[in-house]
């Protein structure tokens, strides 16, 4: 996940979604994997002048971590370190899982756009080797969530739901959507059994 998305209608979304989650299954902690990607912020222009968007600024409104600040009482976990090589932001994850196999929690995947598609994947994915393994990581009654963008494919949610449950080889998949606030995003989870 970028910086630059956080903060807008799908983040309401998210976390109101994962709160509930998080009381639906007495949930003790919540960890989210951001699948980070840093970025640069283009200057703004004063009298001609081009100058950087103080950093205090883009921290105040795109701060990804801010949600660990969350008034809840559910704790929040965000894993933040940057992906770069795929096999070692992956065994970092499944390392960190494997600290905390004792809580009972959700893992949330929070990639740009979702699970890889049937072509090239990119950093903005969650590749269905990655789901594999951090599913098999998990320790019964842990909830493994992820978000998902609209592709542009028909019936997207059940497709990519049917491909998240084969992936997890679980059928039990189930969806979160806000339709009137962010159609265009979609979670889907499973509990490990």
């Known amino acids: 996940?970028?910086?630059r998305w956080y903060g807008d209608n799908r983040d309401l979304v998210k976390w109101g979604t994962m709160l509930e989650l998080a009381r639906r299954y007495e949930i003790k902690q919540i960890l989210q994997v951001l699948y980070y990607r840093s970025n640069t912020w283009n200057p703004i222009e004063i009298d001609g002048d081009l100058v950087r968007i103080p950093v205090e600024v883009i921290k105040h409104f795109r701060d990804s971590k801010?949600?660990?600040?969350?008034?809840?009482?559910?704790?929040?976990?965000?894993?933040d370190r940057e992906i770069s090589n795929r096999d070692s932001y992956l065994q970092y994850v499944v390392d960190e899982l494997q600290k905390k196999k004792t809580t009972k929690k959700i893992v949330f995947l929070d990639p740009d756009t979702g699970?890889?598609?049937?072509?090239?994947?990119?950093?903005?994915?969650?590749l269905e080797n990655e789901l594999v393994a951090i599913w098999d990581s998990l320790p019964k009654e842990d909830?493994?969530?992820f978000y998902q963008h609209q592709r542009r494919i028909p019936d997207w949610i059940n497709t990519l739901q049917g491909q998240f449950a084969r992936t997890i080889r679980n059928q039990r998949v189930k969806r979160a959507t806000a339709p009137l606030i962010a159609p265009d995003v979609v979670f889907f989870y499973a509990q490990k059994e």
Do not use: F, R, Y
């Not at 801010?66 to 894993?79: F, G, Q, T, Y």
């Open 1 to 3: 996940m970028q910086d």
């Open 66 to 79: 801010s949600i660990v600040k969350l008034n809840s009482l559910v704790p929040i976990e965000v894993l």
């Open 115 to 126: 699970i890889e598609p049937n072509g090239p994947a990119s950093q903005k994915h969650v």
């Open 143 to 145: 909830v493994l969530v």
